[in-house]
């Protein structure tokens, strides 16, 4: 793997869900054994330097930022989707000809050997974006990989979209992606907010790819439960048995 990796961890929300306002913290702050989501994320990005991390910030951003010097920080306000996160670190990423990780703070069960087999994998496929399915039995909310007969990457439908055919795909979309940096910029300057949420959202950017005819590609690792993101309490006690008991 080369070293020409940046990786933009998006840790912006508020954790409504969660009802972190009652704790005074953002939600990649809530602490799961002992300490902040965010912190167990960015353990398993150790093998690239602080300075080619960026965080995106957004609700209460002084307690991240505080709490993770000698990161570099972008700012998003307001909190407008996926898409205008990762719009919001464009000075950090113009100029740069290499890969671009788009992670979450607030997954903190993805091993870091997942990202570099991710990592892998798109710059082994000269990929313009490589996004990164999970296999996982659990009933989860996240969007379906729809592959064609031959088993290339056709596009992401969302659950709340998915025909009871589509359920049943249990190859499951994370919305974490690598993208060539340039494609990537290019890309967000042609991103739209038309939907019923007014949000631009990361995940379009794929299939926008694809139909400009750019190499699309998928690296699915099985990660069972660690697949989890938190977004309640339940969630948040469930990983905290995870990282617990390891």
């Known amino acids: 793997m080369n ?7 998006l840790a ?9 306002e009652k704790f005074n913290l953002p939600k990649v702050m809530r602490l799961a054994a002992g300490r902040p989501l965010l912190s167990w994320v960015l353990d ?7 300075e080619n991390i960026v965080l995106v910030t957004g609700y209460m951003h002084e307690k991240v ?5 000698g990161y570099p920080f972008a700012l998003q306000e307001p909190q407008l989707g996926t898409g205008h996160a990762v719009m919001c670190a464009r000075e950090f990423l113009e100029g740069f000809d290499g890969s671009v990780l788009v992670c979450y703070g607030d997954m903190p069960l993805i ?12 710059e082994n496929n000269n990929c313009l974006c490589t996004i990164l399915a999970g296999i996982s039995d659990m009933d ?25 055919q589509e359920k ?23 991103l739209t907010c038309a939907n019923s949420q007014s949000e631009y959202y990361l995940t379009d950017i794929p299939e926008m790819i694809r139909k400009n005819g ?14 989890i993101g938190v977004n309640t309490q339940e969630q948040l006690d469930m990983v905290e048995r995870c990282l617990t008991n390891g």
């Open 168 to 190: 049943l795909i249990r190859e499951l979309n994370l919305g974490i992606c690598v993208f060539h940096g340039p494609t990537l910029l290019k890309e967000l300057d042609n």
């Open 44 to 50: 398993e990005l150790e093998f690239l330097p602080k």
């Open 111 to 122: 091993p870091g050997s997942v990202y570099r087999e991710l990592l892998e994998h798109h």
């Open 65 to 69: 930022e505080e709490a993770f010097e």
């Open 12 to 20: 912006a929300g508020k954790g409504t869900r969660l009802h972190s």
């Open 140 to 164: 989860l909310p996240y969007g379906r990989i729809v592959r064609d007969e031959n088993g290339g990457f056709v596009k992401i439908v969302e659950d709340r979209d998915c025909t009871e």
């Open 214 to 227: 750019g190499k699309i590609d998928v690296y699915s690792a099985e990660l069972g439960e660690r697949i």
């Open 3 to 9: 070293n020409n990796i940046k990786a933009v961890v």
